[in-house]
């Protein structure tokens, strides 16, 4: 990893609440870029996505917002009572821009990202709307909210899910390879590109869209609007209500049948999807094939998920590439062993499970 991003990334730093007391910031849990082994606490990222939640639950100052490709966030520092920095993110280029901004006197000061100096908890703000596309930081970051807004009741579990969005977020500026890299770009010395008075009068960076709090300085804005589903399903009324069979699942099936959360909002397309699915269970040509289109972020995996837990059936998942090709899906995950053994006993357990479920007229694949 290049200096400069060394100082974006400083793992010395101590850790903000509720993590001030962990003893050790290496846990053993890792995001989908990670090795796969551990994932270690970032204090810039913490107080990035503690500043998040703060503007989204209404409990704090300042606020994150998009304009293009370019996003921007009033960071409030707890340097004083009228203390803000200000940052612009350029995903197209990497390129940040940052003030330190006094919004009483309107004075302002360069900032200076070093591993002395400013930790660039205000940069990783602002690129909260392009690392919220990903659909594991997604998922983590509403996972993590929930535990913000409900006072951390277990901070076990906070901490885990924590360690997942600093991984996510390191491995995905680190690595240019990633396939959900995001560009910084940073000079070694740490200095950034001020954000002028000029730009402020202008209105150069007003947002086009707030994701979270209210803009005082960059514009006058009013609160995020929190978009909620026209009608409200409740997972009481929806899981597994559209069960395609009427069996009782063994233990190793219904452990894979999915457990939605609670923030979790129900789309209407997935309840279709159940429903339709139910209704020709008794046709010549049931619905048992799925396929869920979109963009990184917009909710193909949950929706699946959900699609399981209304039909009561077990849930896995195969990640594919352009080149997969339907045989791969024999001999890859399973060798073609014309019913002997595959040279695993556990191996041997699971394809003999996978088997039993797959003679079961009820299955159904989620493709997303």
């Known amino acids: 990893m290049s200096a400069a991003l060394n100082n974006l990334f400083n793992f010395g730093r101590p850790l903000p609440p509720p993590f001030s007391a962990v003893t050790n910031r290496k846990v053993p849990v890792a995001s989908?870029?990670?090795?796969?082994?551990?994932?270690?606490?970032?204090?810039?990222?913490?107080?990035?996505?503690?500043?998040?939640?703060?503007?989204?639950?209404?409990?704090?100052?300042?606020?994150?917002?998009?304009?293009?490709?370019?996003?921007?966030?009033?960071?409030?520092?707890?340097?004083?009572?009228?203390?803000?920095?200000?940052?612009?993110?350029?995903?197209g280029t990497?390129?940040?821009?940052?003030?330190?901004?006094?919004?009483?006197?309107?004075?302002?000061?360069?900032?200076?990202?070093?591993?002395?100096?400013?930790?660039?908890?205000?940069?990783?703000?602002?690129?909260?709307?392009?690392?919220?596309?990903?659909?594991?930081?997604?998922?983590?970051f509403n996972e993590y909210f929930d535990q913000y807004?409900?006072?951390?009741?277990?901070?076990?579990?906070?901490?885990?899910?924590m360690a997942i969005l600093c991984d996510n977020v390191y491995r995905r500026v680190k690595d240019e390879t990633c396939d959900a890299h995001i560009k910084v770009t940073l000079d070694k010395s740490g200095n950034l590109m001020r954000v002028t008075q000029g730009h402020?009068?202008?209105?150069?960076?007003?947002?086009?869209?707030?994701?979270?709090?209210?803009?005082?300085?960059?514009?006058?804005?009013?609160?995020?609007?929190?978009?909620?589903?026209?009608?409200?399903?409740?997972?009481?009324?929806?899981?597994?209500?559209?069960?395609?069979?009427?069996r009782a699942l063994s233990p190793q099936e219904q452990a894979l049948v999915p457990a939605l959360p609670e923030w979790y909002?129900?789309?209407?397309?997935?309840?279709?999807?159940c429903k339709h699915a139910q209704a020709t269970t008794e046709k010549s040509a049931p619905m048992r094939n799925f396929i869920l289109r979109g963009p990184a972020g917009t909710g193909k995996t949950m929706g699946a998920k959900a699609i399981a837990a209304g039909l009561r059936l077990p849930y896995m998942k195969y990640t594919c590439s352009a080149n997969t090709e339907i045989f791969d899906f024999v001999g890859m995950i399973f060798p073609d062993s014309e019913g002997g053994s595959t040279g695993d006993a556990q191996l041997d357990k699971e394809k003999e499970q996978l088997e039993s479920m797959a003679a079961s007229p009820t299955r159904t694949w989620l493709k997303s």
């Open 32 to 91: 989908k870029y990670g090795d796969g082994k551990q994932a270690t606490l970032c204090c810039t990222v913490i107080k990035a996505l503690n500043a998040v939640c703060a503007c989204m639950n209404g409990s704090g100052e300042g606020a994150v917002g998009v304009i293009d490709h370019r996003s921007v966030a009033e960071y409030k520092s707890s340097m004083g009572p009228d203390a803000y920095h200000l940052t612009v993110f350029d995903s």
């Open 94 to 140: 990497g390129s940040i821009m940052a003030t330190v901004y006094d919004k009483n006197t309107e004075l302002i000061e360069n900032y200076v990202l070093k591993t002395t100096d400013r930790d660039g908890a205000a940069v990783v703000m602002a690129m909260f709307p392009f690392l919220n596309r990903d659909e594991e930081f997604e998922q983590k």
């Open 149 to 161: 807004a409900a006072g951390f009741p277990d901070v076990p579990a906070a901490t885990n899910t």
């Open 200 to 246: 402020l009068d202008s209105g150069a960076f007003t947002p086009t869209d707030v994701i979270a709090g209210e803009f005082t300085i960059f514009a006058k804005t009013g609160r995020a609007t929190v978009k909620k589903a026209s009608a409200v399903i409740e997972h009481s009324d929806f899981v597994g209500k559209y069960a395609l069979h009427t």
């Open 265 to 273: 909002i129900i789309p209407c397309e997935v309840v279709d999807i």
